[in-house]
């Protein structure tokens, strides 16, 4: 149906996602839930992506990233996400759903214990309640959401991240600790977290730790940690953590941390962001050699095929390869008369997604190029039988005529 090259997959896809009617560029909405825990209403802003405009395939089901501070990453996450997994082949992340949760008491809700620097603080557990029995069964009941989730947070965000990891170890897939705020009630939840990571199983969980340069002028890594002023403990406290979380290789976790020398607290989110997605996802990109698009004996759909049941192990579930990439692909080597590899493309797509109408409509249009009638015209039929689609009609009556 979509005759798309793989030169020009990438720019449809990021164009249609971000423009909306009323030459508005949207990338997200303002929902909101009751939470019973908080006792409040809380708003969410709520991006999913919409690489099908027209609605010509089936309906995809993304990961979800659930952000911390959400006001105030949403727009630079959003776009970030949308940009590394629209490269097509070579794209470096998958399409996601992206969850920003704005704050209405910030230091009760993000720190998870009590400490009389804020009397308001240490409702870290009941905004993990709220975040577990409410807001994740209420993203999953109304958006097109897969099992895979990703926690990200910055500063008390990035504590709430590491109480998450180790006291609800299960919740989300992977986390994303940025400068997280370590130095929080005096160390006492680094020192229990210390306590508690050699005992857990983090099997099939990923953690990603940035640490920003918090120092004074002149300091250097290797000194501060020698440091017992005040003015160090936040860099001292998330040193310690990523120095303990090496040391000690935790069951399962796949673990990386970077120092990031040339920015600071404010400015680091968006570089770990960057990174850490690169990282999470490092098995998610599909590299290709050169020649696979030109070499005929290179059978390149099982290449795709193979390299899409590795992800599917990364993610816990099946993950298909794209109707809308795999279609734009079987176009372009139709295009090119390559006609086995083109097949290999339209069959796939029929194989994974037998309810799409799409589908066949596009095998129908191979069958046509190679002039095999007969079943051009059963696939046309099978389409019809879907959807009724104006398009794939008039092509079977152009064949029945």
Known sequence: MKKLSLSILASFISLYTFAQADNKVIIGTID????????????????????????????????????LDGDSHFSSVVGMIEQLSSINENTICPQMIVVGIPNTNR??????????????????????SFIENELIPYIDSTYPTQ????????????????????????????YVAIDPSMWWNKQKFLKAGEKIIPQENFTGKTLYLGIANTMAKGMNVNDVVKD??????????ILELNKFIKSQKPKGLKYASKYYENDNHSSVPLIVEYDALRFIFEKYRLNLEMNDDTDSSVDIANKYALHYKEVSQLFGYTVKPPEAEVNGIAYQFLKAK????????????????????????????YFVAIGNKPKAIENFKKALSLREYPESREKLNKLLD
Request: proline share 5%.
């Open 32 to 67: 909101s839930i009751q939470s019973k825990m908080l006792n409040e209403k809380r708003k969410i802003w709520v991006h999913v992506p919409d690489s099908d405009p027209d609605s010509q395939y089936s309906q995809q089901r993304f990961p979800v990233v659930y952000l």
């Open 107 to 128: 230091t009760r809700d993000l720190t998870p214990t009590k400490d009389s620097f804020d009397l308001s603080s240490g409702g870290g557990e009941q905004f993990m």
């Open 147 to 174: 099992p895979y989730k990703m926690l990200i947070g910055h500063s008390f965000g990035g504590l709430t991240v590491m109480n998450a990891l180790i006291n609800h170890t299960k919740l989300f897939n992977s």
């Open 228 to 237: 017992t002023t005040g003015g160090t403990i936040h860099i001292r406290s």
């Open 338 to 365: 390559q006609y086995k590899k083109a097949e290999s493309f339209f069959k796939m797509n029929v194989a994974n997604y037998p309810e799409s109408f799409n589908a066949y409509d596009s095998y129908g249009d």
